[in-house]
């Protein structure tokens, strides 16, 4: 087996062979189909300390990007919602990927929320990629138009002449 390389479920990994206190040789197998992320036993002959990792398997339709915004940021972002992705590798294109999880509550040591966006299989990015992520996210609020004079919005201030229809902002 080679890093990258495409594995089935329930087909062997390595084995482990026993020493002269085991009885038989234990197969390692693949718990699902998957591709080999990294090989970490490439010794024969040697003993292994337990506990050692050996293999890691990923599952190409399960990758994700997770990312964090600051909290007043991350005001608006919902499962759903369609974000722009920016990959080291690519840094001429954007993905525009969906975010698939939030983290109920900001991380206490950066005040910053988590998000999951699901990767699609066929965009081929390496595990570990940086990655810049743009979000516009949508805030609306519904207020009568005498209410905006003084207003505070992230582009300044909001200010309303007149009221009822004809009101400018």
């Given at each position: 087996?080679?890093?990258?390389?495409?594995?089935?479920?329930?087909?062997?990994?390595?084995?482990?062979?026993?020493?002269?206190?085991?009885?038989?040789?234990?197969?390692?197998?693949?718990?699902?189909?998957?591709?080999?992320?990294?090989?970490?036993?490439?010794?024969?002959?040697?003993?292994?300390?337990?506990?050692?990792?050996?293999?890691?398997?990923?599952?190409?339709?399960?990758?994700?990007l997770?990312?964090?915004?600051?909290?007043?940021?991350?005001?608006?972002?919902?499962?759903?919602?369609?974000?722009?992705?920016?990959?080291?590798?690519?840094p001429?294109?954007?993905?525009?990927?969906?975010?698939?999880?939030?983290?109920?509550?900001?991380?206490?040591?950066?005040?910053?929320?988590?998000?999951?966006?699901?990767?699609?299989?066929?965009?081929?990015?390496?595990?570990?990629?940086?990655?810049?992520?743009?979000?516009?996210?949508?805030?609306?609020?519904?207020?009568?138009?005498?209410?905006?004079?003084?207003?505070?919005?992230?582009?300044?201030?909001?200010a309303?002449?007149?009221?009822?229809?004809?009101?400018?902002?």
């Amino acid at each position: 087996m080679r890093e990258g390389d495409p594995v089935h479920a329930g087909q062997r990994l390595l084995s482990i062979v026993p020493t002269a206190d085991e009885l038989a040789e234990q197969p390692i197998e693949a718990p699902w189909d998957g591709r080999i992320a990294r090989l970490h036993a490439r010794v024969e002959g040697r003993e292994i300390a337990a506990q050692t990792l050996l293999v890691e398997l990923f599952d190409p339709n399960s990758l994700v990007l997770r990312f964090a915004v600051d909290g007043q940021q991350a005001i608006g972002l919902g499962v759903g919602q369609s974000v722009q992705v920016q990959f080291s590798a690519a840094p001429d294109s954007l993905i525009e990927l969906r975010i698939t999880r939030t983290w109920p509550a900001l991380e206490p040591e950066t005040g910053q929320r988590v998000f999951e966006a699901w990767i699609p299989p066929q965009a081929d990015l390496a595990i570990g990629m940086k990655a810049q992520v743009r979000a516009n996210p949508a805030i609306s609020l519904q207020l009568p138009a005498n209410s905006l004079d003084g207003l505070a919005s992230p582009s300044g201030i909001l200010a309303a002449h007149g009221s009822g229809p004809q009101a400018q902002a």
